[in-house]
């Protein structure tokens, strides 16, 4: 489910940057969703992309161990540094989740 998501929105983004040229590279795609997208604020959308960077790979068990991670440190039951080792201490199931564990790692450092 998860890359039909990935995969519907990489059609709506070069559905929106077509008519700009034949081949749309990766910046024109993301000028021209920021064209039809006006009501998201540039720093907003550019957040966005970044965390799709960071945890788009990872499998969902790793998102929600990582989601009641961060509910923790938001409810003072972990200090960040102990959630950063908890995240660290999860054996990844793929690379992607290897490398969104890290990123949550050091986001919380």
Do not use: N
Not at 21 to 28: G, Q, S
Not at 47 to 69: E, I, N, P, V
Not at 71 to 85: G, N, S, Y
């Amino acid at each position: 489910m998860r890359r039909r998501a990935r995969c519907l929105a990489v059609l709506l983004l070069v559905g929106a940057a077509q008519g700009a040229t034949a081949e749309p590279t990766l910046a024109r795609l993301v000028e021209a969703v920021r064209e039809k997208a006006l009501v998201v604020p540039s720093p907003l959308f550019d957040f966005f992309l970044s965390q799709m960077d960071k945890y788009g790979g990872a499998s969902d068990a790793t998102l929600q161990r990582l989601r009641y991670l961060r509910d923790a440190v938001f409810r003072k039951q972990l200090t960040r540094a102990q959630a950063a080792a908890a995240a660290l201490a999860i054996l990844p199931g793929s690379p992607e989740d290897g490398a969104a564990l890290r990123h949550f790692a050091r986001d919380m450092k």
